[in-house]
């Protein structure tokens, strides 16, 4: 079994700074990739941002330069630092890891959601 526990969402002014976790446990072989999605209200689930174990890691354009994703310091953790936020970065953020469990092939795994609010 593999869990995805998040932390870190809550409401914040325009300009400021916000900081999320991600962290994979449990009977887990090897992951591919985590990040993270958000789902603002009436929209589809995008991609914001996603590092891969070959240390490769995309942004979607309207954070490129204000987010940074980053490995945490416990082994299967992931930081999403959010500066400068805007209101239009307000939704519910989602973990999104892809892994191979143990006794399994490789999928996605999401967390629970976390929202962010960012007020104007």
């Known amino acids: 079994q593999v869990q995805l526990v998040e932390s870190g969402g809550g409401l914040v002014q325009a300009g400021g700074s916000l900081r999320l976790s991600c962290a994979a446990s449990?009977?887990?072989?090897?992951?591919?990739?985590m990040g993270w999605y958000r789902q603002a209200p009436g929209k589809q689930r995008q991609l914001v941002a996603r590092?891969?174990?070959?240390?490769?890691?995309y942004y979607e354009d309207s954070v490129r330069g204000r987010f940074t994703l980053s490995r945490g310091s416990v082994k299967n953790t992931i930081w999403l630092l959010m500066n400068s936020l805007k209101p239009e970065d307000t939704a519910v953020y989602y973990c999104n890891v892809n892994l191979v469990p143990l006794d399994g092939d490789g999928m996605d795994y999401w967390g629970k959601g976390t929202l962010v609010t960012v007020s104007s």
């Open positions: 449990g009977r887990i072989s090897s992951i591919n990739a």
């Open positions: 590092l891969t174990s070959d240390g490769i890691t």
